[in-house]
């Protein structure tokens, strides 16, 4: 069995914290092997790690570590550090990830802010920086788009496998992501759903492939703000649009992040990429 193969199976089943003393030791196939024989239930033997693999290879990439295209800034996660990436576009990864930004915030976002989330990722992308995105409805969404109008290429990260959008409906955004020279990424194979707790995971994840997060509006609740606190704990720069008046209650938390002084404020484009 191949290192990819059998990393691709224990990424399958289970988190990276769950064998990575096991893996500090052994081969990946020598853990993957330690689980199927210490698994009781007979799900893990019925498993074909390179079939799988063969099969979902057809969608996306399987990148690990030992490959070039991996990204450094990944080693920031410790023992949560993925066993590996489902990557569509792999071979733009290093250079998307270089100089990676997250545009992101609200998904029901006002229409002010949707025109600041173009404003600023249309900028950034004119800068030469990569826009990263989760995809979704709102923010995300207006900043991939904002930066391809501009010719950039932007990085998705997706909380489900890369046989489809998430949500559904965007799957020509998605497409057009790699068709433009960026890239696609999730931790989960093709045919994984989107969850709640894959939504955090994933925040983690751009989080950590980014040299920075730019929060354009954000209410004051733990999922509008999963990859703003990513960001804190990853040491990565934290930018916030200031609240203002008119929409402050959809800006809670970029009020909160800045009152704490967590979060740099940057009114303007101009002022986000001289803090970058």
């Known amino acids: 069995m191949s290192d990819r193969a059998a990393l691709a199976a224990l990424g399958a089943h289970f988190v990276p914290a769950q064998v990575a003393a096991d893996l500090a030791r052994y081969s990946p196939s020598e853990v993957w092997q330690q689980r199927v024989r210490f698994d009781h239930t007979g799900r893990l033997a019925q498993y074909r790690p390179e079939h799988e693999l063969s099969n979902a290879s057809l969608s996306s990439r399987f990148v690990i570590p030992a490959d070039p295209q991996w990204p450094a800034r990944l080693a920031d996660l410790g023992p949560d550090c993925p066993l590996g990436l489902w990557v569509r576009g792999h071979d733009q990864l290093p250079a998307l990830t270089t100089s990676a930004v997250v545009v992101t915030g609200n998904r029901a976002a006002s229409a002010e802010a949707t025109d600041h989330a173009r404003t600023f990722a249309g900028a950034i992308a004119e800068a030469g920086h990569t826009v990263a995105a989760s995809l979704a409805y709102g923010i995300d969404a207006a900043a991939h788009e904002a930066a391809a109008l501009m010719g950039g290429r932007t990085l998705a990260v997706l909380p489900r496998g890369l046989d489809r959008a998430h949500p ?105 990429l001289a803090l970058l």
Do not use: M, Q
């Open 168 to 272: 559904h409906t965007h799957a020509a955004l998605l497409s057009s992501v790699t068709e433009n020279g960026g890239a696609a990424v999730s931790l989960y194979p093709p045919g994984t759903e989107a969850s709640s707790a894959r939504l955090k995971a994933s925040a983690a994840l751009i989080a950590a492939l980014a040299r920075a997060v730019l929060l354009i509006e954000a209410l004051d609740h733990p999922e509008a703000l999963h990859t703003a606190e990513a960001a804190l704990t990853l040491n990565r720069t934290l930018l916030a649009v200031p609240a203002g008046d008119r929409h402050r209650l959809r800006r809670e938390g970029n009020a909160r992040l800045l009152a704490e002084h967590a979060a740099l404020p940057y009114p303007d484009p101009a002022r986000a």
